[in-house]
């Protein structure tokens, strides 16, 4: 019998899709909260503090899965994966403005799916201690937290894995499509745009620092300044 893992919340209106999720997740080992409506899903969130991963179904009614999404990121970083039937680009950008991790459309491989789910609590839930420090900032890689003067900087994980892709890569100027590959993946569909979005939001969060350190590279893309 497999050991028992983390708890993954399921947010479809589909029984269904939320059926074959949950089976999938449970063979493997997982316990699954289900909801069928966006408000639900926020209602189990809010009452379940051992919640791991949130997987959300765009088109839900009450509220649909961006929002869901944005609520959540109000109060948590807990990794977040949107799940729609359509491929638009609109929806992905959508996905990933509400603060999203990652973006499946349907219909897909219950096995892969199960799959990017481990690979997104890995980069969450790791257990080593590598850090990279400068002047205020300190992000410990492995435990994928970020200081800054102390104090924990709430990122979600594309922001912090911008952050370490561009600190470990600090001094070069880095394309808008090296950061796109690096961080969301040769398969991902969405556009540049994506990037400037997520490097804005991570600037801020920056503070000061962001505003001295990361910049902009015009006609090219971004540079991290130690």
């Known amino acids: 019998m497999n050991e ?8 479809d209106d589909e029984p269904r899709i939320t059926e074959l999720i949950s089976d999938f997740l449970i063979a493997d080992g997982y316990n699954t909260l289900i909801a069928q409506d966006g408000e639900a899903a926020l209602q189990l969130f809010n009452n379940h503090k051992e919640v791991s991963l949130v997987i959300l179904d765009i088109m839900m009614p ?32 959508m996905g990933f403005e509400s603060g999203a991790d990652d973006y499946v459309t349907k219909p897909f491989s219950p096995a892969v799916l199960v799959k990017r789910i481990e690979a997104l ?17 300190v992000i410990n ?9 102390g104090k924990v900087l709430e990122l979600t994980l594309k922001e912090f894995e911008i952050l370490v892709y561009l600190s470990d890569n600090h001094s070069r100027v880095l394309t808008r499509d090296q950061i796109l590959n690096a961080v ?7 556009d540049n745009r994506t990037v400037d979005s997520h ?28």
Do not use: H
């Not at 999404?69 to 799940?83: A, G, Q, W």
């Not at 790791?126 to 205020?136: D, F, H, I, R, V």
């Open 141 to 149: 890689k492995d435990a994928y937290v970020a200081y800054m003067d």
């Open 62 to 93: 009450e509220m649909d899965g961006w929002q869901v999404c944005r609520e959540i990121r109000k109060t948590s970083n807990v990794p977040v994966m949107l799940l729609t039937a359509r491929s638009e680009e609109f929806d992905q950008l």
């Open 121 to 137: 609590l890995r980069r969450s839930n790791p257990e080593a201690t590598e850090l990279n420090t400068q002047k205020g900032l």
């Open 199 to 226: 490097v804005a939001r991570l600037r801020t969060k920056l503070g000061d620092f962001g505003n001295t350190k990361l910049k902009t590279v015009y006609g090219m893309g971004y540079k991290f300044e130690w």
């Open 4 to 11: 028992q893992k983390n708890t993954i919340l399921i947010a």
């Open 184 to 190: 969301w993946g040769y398969d991902f569909e969405g």
